[in-house]
């Protein structure tokens, strides 16, 4: 995963995601800090990868965190072309090859769980009714 920065302190950064967890505030203890953007809690959120997913989790931050414009109230899926936004700054998510969807398949990849679940479901169909078409 990669994060860019579109808004605020390094605005144009992009920031390559290679460990497990991070954190994003406004001190210079955290991994990405977004000096000077007084709005921004000195350590205001974190990103963690939990499997093929990355979760944002706001760590009781003074003003909140928002993803596509909705406040964060719990931990929060991140997704490709995501809009983390704290303080005055806004973080864009970029994912690319597997992590891109969340699983391994190419239809997995492309529609999500969802669809890979209707898949099955229509496959196990399909296979029960080649059964009783034998019989």
Known sequence: MRLCIRRGPGAG??????????????????????????RVSRRHCEILRQGW??????VGSTNGTCVNGRRVSGPTVLRHGDIIALGESE?????AGEEFAGGSSPLHRAFGTAALAGTAILHLAGVLLAL???R
């Open 132 to 134: 009783q078409l034998w």
């Open 53 to 58: 997913h990355w979760i944002l989790v706001d």
């Open 13 to 38: 950064s992009i920031i390559d995601c290679e460990r497990v967890r991070f954190s994003i505030g406004r001190s210079r203890a955290n991994d990405i800090p977004l000096l000077g953007d007084w």
């Open 91 to 95: 973080i864009e998510v970029l994912m």
